[in-house]
């Protein structure tokens, strides 16, 4: 009897990444970022590969998963160095701004005003500190929502990084991509390294008047800020005044 091939699940979502992926492939200069964007999408070719069905009968012998690809955290380079900021200071209003989503959709944080925001200042996708931080946020994203707020990650990496990334590790907050102009937000925020280029791990609680009323900034960009400080902070703000 012959048997049914298997079915490439992701084979449709796999052809819309490789159409934009050509669409701004040709845009990007040569960089660090771009070589890392081009490995990654050597990856997906390699995984869409290994794990299509073959011409015949029998399913494809699959290689490398997705979940090898969510795990490639564990075994990357490690990023460490101190804070090169301090970020804005609490009593601040906090700076509107506009960047695209993993789906290239404008989003500002205005949009948000009425409800409390956790603004998350992170490195990048893919590192190990930033796939373990992102990950727990969506893990106790029902925490989160439960106090009324939004989540959303920051980072100077493509809406094509993002969206990617975002698959694997299974998050489903948005993630702005401040890549163009490099980091701009992220200055605005007090937050951007210089040496990197890219910005320190950053925690800003925005409240619903969009006045922030908590800022912590990794001592070291290696350094995973405790999530139930966090909490603390965003149930203090039944206790702030409203802003005039």
């Not at 029902?142 to 990084?161: C, L, P, T």
Request: with cysteine; net charge negative.
């Amino acid at each position: 009897m012959t048997s049914t091939p298997a079915t490439p699940v992701t084979t449709s979502r796999l052809q819309q990444l490789e159409e934009r992926f050509a669409d701004i492939g040709d845009q990007l200069d040569d960089s660090p970022v771009t070589e890392a964007l081009s490995v990654l999408h050597a990856i997906v070719q390699e995984v869409a590969r290994q794990t299509s069905p073959p011409a015949g009968d029998l399913p494809a012998t699959i290689g490398t998963t997705l979940q090898d690809v969510a795990d490639l955290y564990l075994t990357a380079p490690p990023m460490s160095g101190e804070a090169e900021s301090t970020g804005l200071p609490v009593g601040t209003a906090a700076p509107d701004f506009t960047l695209p989503d993993a789906n290239g959709q404008p989003v500002s944080l205005s949009d948000f005003r009425g409800r409390p925001v956790v603004l998350v200042f992170y490195p990048l996708d893919w590192s190990p500190g930033c796939s373990r931080q992102l990950e727990l946020y969506q893990q106790e994203l029902a925490e989160f929502e439960a106090r009324g707020a939004a989540v959303i990650g920051v980072s100077v990496d493509s809406i094509y990084s993002h969206g990617a990334w975002a698959t694997v590790r299974g998050i489903t907050f948005p993630l702005l991509a401040d890549f163009h102009p490099k980091g701009e937000v992220a200055r605005r925020y007090g937050v951007w390294r210089n040496s990197d280029g890219f910005s320190d791990r950053a925690l800003y609680v925005i409240d619903a008047d969009g006045v922030i009323r908590y800022v912590d900034v990794s001592p070291r960009v290696e350094h995973l800020p405790d999530i139930y400080d966090l909490f603390t902070a965003l149930d203090q703000l039944t206790h702030q005044p409203s802003a005039a």
